[in-house]
């Protein structure tokens, strides 16, 4: 357990971390620094804190209590106008003929060939007013690109908007001390337009950590260090620590990184996804036609979950590790991690369909050498995603 001296804030200082203009600082950047982040990454053209210490530490900060994420990169897309029903489902493969106002839904969005450019969250703020919550990947020209040329009424930009995360099993807790007793009503994939003391907010019952969980929007990025503190504050006698999204439970929930353990060159079947293609429903999307006719044909490749036996990775793997069968490639690992709480080596790979049975014995060729595998189901923790949902 975290010793509580080390949750008071310190003076931010980011003379040794070497920023640029060129990349985007988010409206809670000074509050992390303060809050102990001490490493960053890039996730759509903004730095994203990816270390605050242990990540182990930070995985059981998650699983047993809650953290509050600067998830800001998660940038929106905002789609409005007479049109914006009739455009936004032409960006996506899943039907959302009945998307209410107040859902938010898992999409996937596909180019021409069916390969995956994003795979966000879509929020239905009214009739004419939708969000795309990005993933890695430029949507915003793509969208300005297709809207140019399809012939709708529809204004699309990126709005001021910053969501935080808070994942946990104590999250609820603290948002109902935060907010009030409306969130326990709060459905799984719902959200609500709310304030607090004045900052105008967006909250939705998602996130990026297969346990229960909220998304903070901010509407007034000028109100992003008031707003991380106010919630620090609140959440301090209910064990909310600062922290980063978990390498370790995203791959034990099987969630996709985007860049990672899908691409351009990704298609929705290759990676189990085929509930969210509606190639056989009456609604017009990109990729329609190339859909159909991936499903119609099978895939010859197929994203698989594997347990690789060797000594306790010491942290995610950093390029993709060559997999064989009977001596003859089939495939790479895209994402591999030490899970504590299972006390395995746990991956994600994209395989040759014929390597992707459950049992199939592999080799990975991991950065420690050549280490036995076997295929596994996946999610390897709570498949049903109870925690979530529940």
């Given at each position: 357990?975290?010793?509580?001296?080390?949750?008071?804030?310190?003076?931010?200082?980011?003379?040794?971390?070497?920023?640029?203009?060129?990349?985007?600082?988010?409206?809670?950047?000074?509050?992390?620094?303060?809050?102990g982040a001490t490493g960053f990454s890039t996730?759509?053209?903004?730095?994203?804190?990816?270390?605050?210490?242990?990540?182990?530490?930070?995985?059981?900060?998650?699983?047993?209590?809650?953290?509050?994420?600067?998830?800001?990169?998660?940038?929106?897309?905002?789609?409005?106008?007479?049109?914006?029903?009739?455009?936004?489902?032409?960006?996506?493969?899943?039907?959302?003929?009945?998307?209410?106002?107040?859902?938010?839904?898992?999409?996937?969005?596909?180019?021409?060939?069916?390969?995956?450019?994003?795979?966000?969250?879509?929020?239905?703020?009214?009739?004419?007013?939708?969000?795309?919550?990005?993933?890695?990947?430029?949507?915003?020209?793509?969208?300005?690109?297709?809207?140019?040329?399809?012939?709708?009424?529809?204004?699309?930009?990126?709005?001021?908007?910053?969501?935080?995360?808070?994942?946990?099993?104590?999250?609820?807790?603290?948002?109902?001390?935060?907010?009030?007793?409306?969130?326990?009503?709060?459905?799984?994939?719902?959200?609500?337009?709310?304030?607090?003391?004045?900052?105008?907010?967006?909250?939705?019952?998602?996130?990026?950590?297969?346990?229960?969980?909220?998304?903070?929007?901010?509407?007034?990025?000028?109100?992003?260090?008031?707003?991380?503190?106010?919630?620090?504050?609140?959440?301090?006698?209910?064990?909310?620590?600062?922290?980063?999204?978990?390498?370790?439970?995203?791959?034990?929930?099987?969630?996709?990184?985007?860049?990672?353990?899908?691409?351009?060159?990704?298609?929705?079947f290759e990676l189990g996804l085929d509930r969210?293609?509606?190639?056989?429903?009456?609604?017009?999307?990109?990729?329609?036609?190339?859909?159909?006719r991936i499903r119609d044909e099978g895939v010859?490749?197929?994203?698989?979950?594997?347990?690789?036996?060797?000594?306790?990775?010491?942290?995610?793997?950093?390029?993709?590790?060559?997999?064989?069968?009977?001596?003859?490639?089939?495939?790479?690992?895209?994402?591999?991690?030490?899970?504590?709480?299972?006390?395995?080596?746990?991956?994600?790979?994209?395989?040759?369909?014929?390597?992707?049975?459950?049992?199939?014995?592999?080799?990975?060729?991991?950065?420690?050498?050549?280490?036995?595998?076997?295929?596994?189901?996946?999610?390897?923790?709570?498949?049903?995603?109870?925690?979530?949902?529940?």
């Amino acid at each position: 357990m975290t010793n509580s001296s080390t949750l008071r804030p310190r003076q931010a200082d980011t003379a040794d971390f070497g920023f640029g203009t060129q990349i985007r600082k988010s409206p809670y950047f000074d509050a992390t620094v303060r809050w102990g982040a001490t490493g960053f990454s890039t996730y759509n053209h903004m730095y994203i804190p990816r270390d605050f210490g242990d990540p182990e530490q930070n995985f059981w900060n998650l699983v047993n209590e809650a953290i509050l994420c600067d998830v800001a990169v998660e940038r929106q897309v905002e789609i409005t106008g007479p049109d914006a029903a009739r455009f936004t489902q032409l960006l996506t493969c899943r039907d959302l003929s009945t998307m209410k106002v107040g859902q938010c839904k898992y999409i996937l969005i596909t180019n021409a060939e069916g390969g995956l450019l994003n795979d966000p969250v879509l929020l239905r703020l009214a009739e004419d007013h939708f969000w795309i919550s990005l993933a890695d990947s430029d949507i915003l020209l793509w969208a300005q690109g297709v809207a140019t040329h399809a012939g709708m009424d529809v204004s699309i930009c990126e709005p001021d908007v910053s969501p935080l995360q808070l994942q946990g099993p104590k999250s609820g807790e603290i948002m109902t001390a935060l907010f009030g007793d409306w969130i326990e009503e709060l459905a799984y994939y719902w959200l609500r337009e709310t304030e607090l003391d004045g900052i105008p907010l967006v909250v939705s019952r998602t996130g990026w950590s297969s346990e229960l969980g909220y998304e903070i929007f901010l509407r007034d990025g000028s109100r992003g260090d008031e707003l991380w503190e106010k919630i620090m504050a609140v959440g301090a006698p209910l064990g909310i620590k600062p922290g980063h999204t978990s390498s370790i439970r995203r791959i034990e929930g099987a969630m996709l990184s985007y860049h990672a353990d899908a691409t351009i060159d990704t298609n929705p079947f290759e990676l189990g996804l085929d509930r969210l293609v509606a190639v056989d429903n009456a609604v017009d999307f990109i990729g329609k036609d190339a859909l159909r006719r991936i499903r119609d044909e099978g895939v010859t490749r197929k994203q698989a979950g594997i347990v690789i036996e060797m000594e306790p990775l010491t942290g995610p793997n950093t390029t993709f590790w060559p997999i064989t069968a009977g001596g003859e490639r089939v495939g790479e690992v895209t994402s591999a991690v030490w899970s504590p709480r299972l006390a395995q080596n746990i991956a994600l790979a994209m395989v040759r369909i014929d390597a992707a049975e459950v049992g199939t014995a592999l080799t990975v060729e991991t950065n420690q050498g050549s280490k036995a595998a076997t295929v596994v189901e996946k999610p390897f923790y709570d498949p049903k995603k109870s925690l979530a949902s529940g």
